[in-house]
Nanobody, 128 residues
Framework: QVQLVESGGGLVQTGDSLRLSCVASARTLSGLTMAWFRQVPGKEREFVAGIRWSGSDTYFPDPMKGRFTASRDNAKDTMYLQMNSLKPEDTAVYYC?????????????????????WGQGTQVTVSS
């Protein structure tokens, strides 16, 4: 089992930046495929970013490319999501997720059923 705890959410204005963190406990984050998803009430969960276990590759859907970056520090069992140029449509609860499986494509990363462990989420609100 992996326990994931997100932090760093908050209320910001359009154009601001935020960095989210996801800390793993009960098991090391090393070797796990990691990702960020977000969800707005009444809508399906949306893939935001994925990162290979080594940190060597990251995956983003088109709306996030150029604005979001993902990174990880396996020594600290922590994954990060740097979000820049935030927009009101980025408002959501952001979740980190971990998978024991190696994923190879953005299509695989964005499929939420491939993930075995989920955090409780952190709220990000972007005001206009």
């Amino acid at each position: 089992q992996v326990q994931l705890v997100e932090s760093g959410g908050g209320l910001v204005q359009t154009g601001d930046s935020l960095r989210l963190s996801c800390v793993a406990s009960a098991r090391t984050l090393s070797g796990l495929t990691m990702a960020w998803f977000r969800q707005v009430p009444g809508k399906e969960r949306e893939f935001v970013a994925g990162i290979r276990w080594s940190g060597s590759d990251t995956y983003f859907p088109d709306p996030m490319k150029g604005r979001f970056t993902a990174s990880r520090d396996n020594a600290k069992d922590t994954m990060y999501l740097q979000m820049n140029s935030l927009k009101p449509e980025d408002t959501a609860v952001y979740y980190c997720a971990a998978s024991d499986h190696i994923l190879y494509t953005t299509t695989e990363y964005q499929t939420d059923w491939r993930y075995d462990f989920w955090g409780q989420g952190t709220q990000v609100t972007v005001s206009s």
